[in-house]
């Protein structure tokens, strides 16, 4: 747990470094952040603990003593077998109960640090908010406090126009300055130009889209801070993600975006076939007259010398819109499947830890017993790798799954799935004294082969 919370930090350090947070905040972080690193953390710590203890078992003759004494390797285990399911049932509310909750407070206390610093609220090749009326991008970032920034696109909101972004400002250099203890930030823009969408107060010149545009070799924006100041750390935001839910609030979204996905695609495939008109021409033995008698309507709107080419021009346009359409649906159905298997995905990995830590035990104990090493070194390394195995067979999977390539069901337990195998064949050749490979049979199957085609010969 020590090492992940400590890769934990190196992955959000850019988050809390330089803003002069209190030690309690850090702390309060790294608090939250903990349970959600329980998947990865309770099924490695299952795996190398078992392989540890009953390969220093079997290192030290104990086994042998035990089955001595008539005590074989399944009543040797059976209490830490209960052991196992106790804990695997702990695992399985803990997952459904406080990693949802965790993982809601961590995402608010993220977003809140983030406003603590402007600076640092102002990301990279991405659109960030500061304050409620500037939208601001940046191509690069530079100075000991990232004060000095690169290529700035603004986009200044109206108040008297909520929706649409009438005003933008571009510049090629920028500088964010502002006094000690002050609530004014200044963004001191240089070599650029600012555009602005006229309000018509008439419909006649709003027809003629007015607009403004003018050049400047330095611009200064103040913007108040005091909201940024007043940042209140565990300020409760409204988030939402797949795995701040529970397992019956995850069959409620999982219901109500598979309804919505479905309602989408019927009504769109219902746009598509009016869209097409075949609904307007459908030939029928009773209506064919009338519907020639449509057609013909139809081609008669045409010039006589332009009819052919006039109608091969408008069945074009209408394929090409509707394959424009089509594509646009496309990106957006994408979407909408990646993010119902997101949820289908967090609803099955709460049982999947759960059963995780049960099979890496039965993984783990039995080959334990059977390399009869304990300790740090080889058991630390083997559970490793099959741990990595384990974990990068399940990152595959749940990849796949999130473009629909795999199901979210299957890609969620393949991992687990695939070891379960494994930690039957270890426990059955654990249980009756033998080896990962044995050697000895199968080199003797090979000598007697041979020792029988010595005898054919002559």
């Known amino acids: ?234 300020k409760e935001n409204e988030l939402t993600n797949q795995n701040m839910y529970k397992i019956n609030e995850l069959f409620v979204e999982i219901d109500s975006l598979s309804k919505s996905y479905s309602k989408d695609i019927s009504a769109f495939s219902d746009n598509m076939y009016y869209r097409s008109g075949v609904s307007k021409f459908k030939m029928t033995k009773l209506k064919d007259t009338v519907a020639v008698d449509t057609i013909q309507s139809v081609i008669d709107v045409f010039d006589v010398e332009n009819k052919q080419s006039g109608v091969i021009s408008m069945a074009l346009n209408n394929v090409r819109g509707s394959i424009q359409s089509v594509q646009a649906k496309k990106k957006e159905f994408q979407v909408k499947t990646k993010r119902l298997n997101k949820y289908e995905m967090a609803l099955h990995e709460k049982w999947v830890l759960a059963a995780a830590c049960i099979i890496l035990f039965f993984v783990g104990a039995p080959l334990g017993a059977i390399i009869r090493k304990g300790g740090m070194g080889l058991p630390m390394v083997i559970a490793i790798l099959l741990f990595l195995t384990y974990h990068f067979i399940g990152i595959f999977a749940k990849n796949s799954a999130e473009d629909g390539t795999l199901h979210p069901f299957i890609a969620t337990w393949l991992s687990t799935v695939i070891m379960l195998p494994l930690g039957i064949w270890l426990t059955y050749r654990a249980t009756t004294d033998q080896g990962i490979v044995d050697f000895d049979a199968f080199f003797q199957r090979f000598s007697k082969w041979f020792k029988k085609k010595d005898k054919t010969l002559p």
């Open 1 to 234: 747990m020590f090492i992940f919370v400590l890769q934990s930090i190196w992955l959000y350090i850019s988050e809390l470094a330089g803003k002069e947070l209190d030690i309690w905040i850090v702390l309060k972080f790294l608090w939250y952040v903990s349970p959600r690193l329980m998947p990865l953390v309770l099924p490695l710590t299952i795996l190398v603990t078992s392989l540890m203890v009953f390969g220093s078992f079997a290192e030290k003759y104990e086994f042998a003593a035990m089955k001595a004494n008539g005590i074989s390797l399944q009543r040797a285990m059976r209490s830490l077998m209960v052991f196992i399911l106790l804990l695997s049932v702990t695992a399985f509310f803990f997952a459904n109960n406080v990693i949802p909750y965790s993982e809601y407070k961590w995402l608010n206390l993220r977003r809140n640090i983030a406003q603590v610093s402007p600076s640092m609220v102002i990301a990279e090749g991405q659109f960030s908010q500061i304050g409620d009326d500037f939208n601001i991008k940046v191509s690069e970032k530079s100075g000991d406090r990232d004060q000095f920034l690169k290529d700035v696109v603004i986009h200044k909101k109206n108040p008297k126009r909520p929706s649409g972004n009438y005003t933008v400002i571009i510049a090629n250099d920028g500088e964010l300055a502002s006094e000690e203890g002050s609530n004014t930030l200044s963004l001191i823009l240089k070599d650029g130009n600012y555009y602005e969408d006229i309000q018509a107060t008439t419909a006649a010149k709003q027809r003629s889209k007015p607009f403004a545009k003018s050049y400047f070799s330095t611009y200064a924006i103040n913007i108040d801070l005091t909201a940024l100041n007043d940042t209140d750390v565990d």
